[in-house]
């Protein structure tokens, strides 16, 4: 399911004013500063380090991939706290991808968004995706209808599990944009447990924020 060019464009030409704006900064990628991103980023790997692959010794890196990568700060975050992965980021925006390949050259990245590349099931260990699903790409009559279909995607991906986090429409805040995408997190929920058997969700760290883990296979 590929966004619209029209859409596309409007993506990158938005992110492309951002980075001329605000420079490499969390700011270009709308976060309200870097302790809000890395919040983010703390809970998303808290959920995936749940999974039973971390209670023992690792015998190899796992393998990530991190979807909406921006500037592949997520790369940088957790270098911090674990050693043993390999990491791919996507990004729709040119301007991210070549930032992130500036500012991390030890990483992998390819620009694209997810639907535009031919990966078999299960080819990476873990997927994530933190802010990306913020966007309003729908009309209105099916908005989020995008957003569920990147997330049963990259669960097919994944062969341990997927962790995301989205806006929370019930925070008046978040509920009054018309430009963001916001869910409610009983009913995104009940969704992501017709896609996979394990379903852990996270409210307790931003008011209009919540986090979702999908274990694939334990």
Known sequence: MNLPDKQRLRIITRHA????DRGYQPTALFW?????????????????CQHPLFQMPLTENIKLLD???????FADWLSQHFHA????GIDLSPDMIFAGQCQYPQ????????????????QF???????ALNEVVDP??????????????MVGLAKYGVSFNLLNQQHDWTANRADLQSFDPEQMHCYCQTLAPNVVMRDDYLANDFSVYLEVNS
């Open 17 to 20: 004013q951002a980075i001329q």
């Open 32 to 48: 309200e500063n870097r302790q809000v991103q890395q919040l983010r980023f703390e809970v998303l790997w808290q959920l995936i």
């Open 67 to 73: 979807v909406g990568c921006g500037f592949g700060d």
């Open 85 to 88: 992965f390999d990491y791919l």
């Open 107 to 122: 990483r992998n990245f390819s620009q694209g968004e997810l639907f535009d590349f031919d990966w078999q099931d299960n």
């Open 125 to 131: 260990d873990f997927v994530i995706c933190s802010g």
């Open 140 to 153: 209105p009559e099916t908005q989020g209808h995008y957003a569920k279909a990147v997330i049963q995607k």
